[in-house]
């Protein structure tokens, strides 16, 4: 079932950094099309993961 699409608002940097990483790893149009509940644990982990290590590494914007 298709997310319901919510008025936009601008993204902060972690969500950005969020949407880069789900873009990078083939995701991205499944999270734009059904959202980020559609993704298993392991995917979830895996965002999660390495926008850690990003935003520790400095290599993020957030």
């Known amino acids: 079932m ?3 699409k919510k ?3 601008p ?3 972690k ?3 969020k949407l880069e990483i789900a873009r990078e ?3 991205l149009e499944q999270v734009e099309n059904e959202g980020w509940g559609s993704l298993n644990n392991a995917m979830c982990g ?3 993961g390495l926008m ?3 935003l520790r590494s400095g290599t ?3």
């Open 7 to 9: 008025k936009s608002k």
């Open 11 to 13: 993204l902060d940097e």
């Open 25 to 27: 790893l083939g995701i």
């Open 15 to 17: 969500e950005k950094l």
């Open 52 to 54: 850690s290590k990003r």
């Open 2 to 4: 298709p997310a319901k």
């Open 60 to 62: 993020g914007k957030a």
């Open 46 to 48: 895996k965002v999660g």
